[in-house]
């Protein structure tokens, strides 16, 4: 089992940044690929950016290519997703995830899930 936590969401406004965290326990050695997808008010979970356990290997959504990096600190089993630019329809519940591959997750395939933490970007 993994357990995935997790934080750094809140109120942010319109332009501004906000980093999230997602931080792994349990049994870690089992994480392939790390994954953020977010769920928007009256919409589906979306698939945003993964990444490859060492890090060397990621893909994200045109959606929010260039103003969304992810990064994975394999030493702290903890994720990162940096979300510059932020719009107000970049409001939402967002996910980390683990899965299989970076391609895999993209594919929707996860296997353990956090529990969200909520970005609302207002002006």
């Known amino acids: 089992q993994v357990q995935l936590v997790e934080s750094g969401g809140g109120l942010v406004q319109t332009g501004g940044s906000v980093r999230l965290s997602c931080t792994a326990s349990g049994h870690t050695f089992k994480i392939a690929a790390v994954g953020w997808f977010r769920q928007a008010p009256g919409k589906d979970r979306e698939f945003l950016t993964s990444?490859?356990?060492?890090?060397?290997?990621?893909v994200s959504e045109n959606s929010v290519n260039g103003r969304f990096t992810i990064s994975f600190d394999n030493a702290k089993n903890t994720g990162y997703l940096q979300m510059d630019s932020l719009k107000s329809e970049d409001t939402a519940v967002y996910y980390c995830a683990t899965g299989p591959s970076v391609p895999g997750l993209r594919r929707g395939i996860v296997y353990y899930w956090g529990k969200g933490t909520l970005v609302t970007v207002s002006s």
């Open positions: 990444i490859n356990w060492s890090g060397d290997t990621t």
